[in-house]
């Protein structure tokens, strides 16, 4: 019972469910209790997820090169949900072009977001970075 | 064998007379109840009726071997249900309590203010239902309400079905404030998984264990050996026989039942409602295979105006018939007991306010499809059942039943292109409940479910 809940799904209208099902194996393999909301998830149910499971995190993701538009506006919506502080995790192909990541980076954090992924970074690295954030290990 | 079934109802008491030899339903009869006057004057004057000395009446000399009694009198069993996020755990409660049979007056959600207390206390449920939280998920809600809960100065008993991790602590508040509790498995376990049996058995305990005095139904309860169960149970119990079937004889396969009473409409469907349409992802919670809804605001008598306010605008664009349909809207809400005539005007607005009625309470029974564009292509994604490809449409009880032209009012639960988004049944067969032997079978599928869908599946007719 002293697993940590994770809510993870792909945020807005993106349907790419073969990396979400290895992040949610990845996770449950490293001692987490996922709870996976799956492709196409909105904001809403992101938040509705973790108040409902008192998640301790929330890891979004996006292929589809919208996830600047789907993301923004989160953390506001967390904090009238009570969640405030509730550590976000954002990572996958967040924009489209060939963009600087580190400006990608910074604009993510303005929104609100504690870690920002990186395309192609592995799911094992922000598995140490939540272990920390959680203070797991 | 022969069984005789009891409906004590709000305003009727019905009696089904049953020859389990002859394999028929030997006649019905139904005597008027009131709240004030006792239960078992209705019935021993329903039972005069039935046994009357007049020829032909094959029930003239009928003696029972067995009798099965139902009840939705004195307003049926009245619950509030309480749960965290509304699309969630509030949700899930309020689906528990209606399949339990239950007429769930509110469903609350987060942690409940002093004016819902309030709320709580002016409604005066016979149940509560407390839900919120996953299993080892959030506790300070549900705890807070088991705390508003036992500040409520009335004698409801509480089930509790949420997280267990919370549920030490609630037994103890409710201990320390001498109220009275039940506490039964979460109706959501784990995030979007539904597990509503053990909190409908626990209502449907309470409903026998406090329900059946305090409803002045003990003299009735006295004459039988089987438990009184509520109405809505036992119809529900019969749409999943007759859609079910039994080990020797096939049943009718997916379908949805409407019964439209004087102040509730009620929709059951027994359906899987998987998507009908390519690409669909599914979202929010899932649903019961067999679910049913209760509309408190829609109803032919004491709620006819909220039916009357709801119309959509496009269904009608003639300001004086819409004057005439308000003026005998009025005329009923003032006199429940008002009859059209037949073949009148009144008659067709009647049928039009029916057919209303079902398509608002069926539009909020099915699901949601809505289109996404996405980069791979257009994409669907549906939220609760969808019935589109649904062969069967059963009307039972009240209007549908009375009227002339069931078929008109069972058309409101019709797909409507103007609300195509509402995943409503598009081509389905109807059928009628003529007898109104809903409730009364699925009492006697309880001792003898052979029996009881043999004469469902004979009486459920073919309409048009």
């Not at chain 1, 149910?45 to 996006?62: G, H, K, P, Q, R």
């Not at chain 2, 009275?180 to 959501?188: A, F, K, L, S």
């Not at chain 2, 003898?448 to 599946?457: N, P, Q």
Request: charged share 25%; aromatic share 6%; proline share 4%.
């Amino acid at each position: 019972m002293d697993k940590k809940t994770v809510v993870i799904g792909v945020i807005g209208a993106d349907a790419h469910a073969v990396g979400n099902k290895i992040i949610d194996l990845t996770l449950t393999n490293s001692g987490f209790n996922v709870v996976n909301l799956g492709v196409m998830v909105s904001q809403e149910e992101f938040i509705e997820a973790a108040v409902e499971t008192n998640a301790s995190a929330i890891l979004v993701s996006s292929l589809y090169g919208h996830g600047e538009i789907d993301c923004n506006g989160l953390r506001e919506k967390c904090d009238e949900a009570g969640l405030k502080g509730m550590p976000l995790f954002v990572g996958g192909n967040l924009v489209v072009g060939k963009q600087e990541f580190e400006e990608v980076k910074a604009r993510f954090m303005a929104m609100g977001f504690d870690y920002v992924y990186a395309p192609s970074t592995p799911i094992e690295t922000t598995i140490v970075d939540l272990k920390n954030k959680l203070g797991l290990e | 064998m022969k069984f005789l079934t009891v409906d004590v109802g709000s305003t009727y008491t019905k009696l089904t007379a049953i020859d389990a030899e002859q394999r028929v339903i030997l006649g019905t009869a139904q005597s008027f109840t009131t709240i004030e006057s006792d239960v078992m004057q209705g019935f021993e004057n329903a039972w005069r009726l039935l046994t009357e000395n007049r020829p032909d009446n094959p029930c003239a000399d009928f003696k029972y071997d067995q009798m099965l009694v139902c009840s939705s009198a004195a307003g049926g069993l009245k619950m509030v249900a309480l749960g965290l996020v509304p699309d969630l755990t509030a949700k899930a409660a309020r689906t528990a309590a209606s399949n339990a049979g239950a007429k769930v007056v509110k469903t609350y959600a987060y942690e409940i203010s002093g004016g819902e207390q309030q709320e709580i206390f002016d409604i005066n449920p016979d149940l509560v239902l407390l839900c919120g939280g996953t299993d080892g998920g959030n506790k300070e809600v549900i705890i807070a309400n088991a705390k508003r809960l036992v500040a409520i100065d009335r004698a409801f008993t509480t089930i509790v079905a949420g997280n267990k991790s919370a549920t030490d602590e609630i037994r103890e508040i409710f201990r320390e404030a001498g109220k009275d509790v039940v506490i039964t498995e979460n109706v959501m376990p784990q995030f979007n998984k539904l597990n509503i049996e053990p909190a409908r058995d626990a209502i449907r305990q309470m409903f026998i264990a406090r329900i059946i005095e305090a409803k002045g139904l003990n003299r009735i309860q006295a004459m039988t050996a089987q438990k009184i169960i509520p109405t809505p149970l036992a119809v529900l119990q019969a749409c999943e026989l007759l859609s079910r079937g039994t080990s020797k004889q096939k049943g009718r396969g997916d379908l949805l039942a409407v019964d439209v009473g004087g102040a509730t409409t009620d929709v059951y469907s027994m359906a899987s409602g998987a998507p009908t349409v390519d690409n669909t992802m599914m979202k929010g919670l899932p649903e019961p295979w067999s679910k049913r809804t209760v509309e408190g605001d829609l109803g032919m008598r004491y709620s006819l105006t909220h039916v009357f306010e709801q119309l959509p605008e496009y269904v009608c664009s003639d300001k004086e018939y819409i004057q005439r349909v308000q003026a005998w809207v009025e005329l009923c809400s003032a006199h429940p007991d008002t009859l059209a005539a037949p073949d009148s005007e009144e008659e067709r607005i009647e049928e039009f306010l029916g057919r209303s009625a079902v398509s608002l309470a069926v539009e909020r029974h099915c699901g949601r499809i809505a289109e996404v564009y996405t980069p791979l292509g257009e994409m669907h994604t549906l939220e609760g059942k969808d019935l589109m490809n649904l062969p069967t449409v059963i009307g039972i009880g009240g209007v549908i039943r009375n009227s002339r032209h069931p078929e008109e009012i069972l058309k409101g639960s019709l797909y409507d292109i103007m609300r195509s988004e509402c995943t409503k049944p598009r081509n389905p067969k109807f059928y009628l409940d003529k007898k109104y032997i809903f409730a009364s079978m699925g009492l006697l599928s309880m001792v003898d479910a052979e029996l009881a869908f043999e004469l469902l599946d004979k009486e459920c007719v073919a309409l048009g």
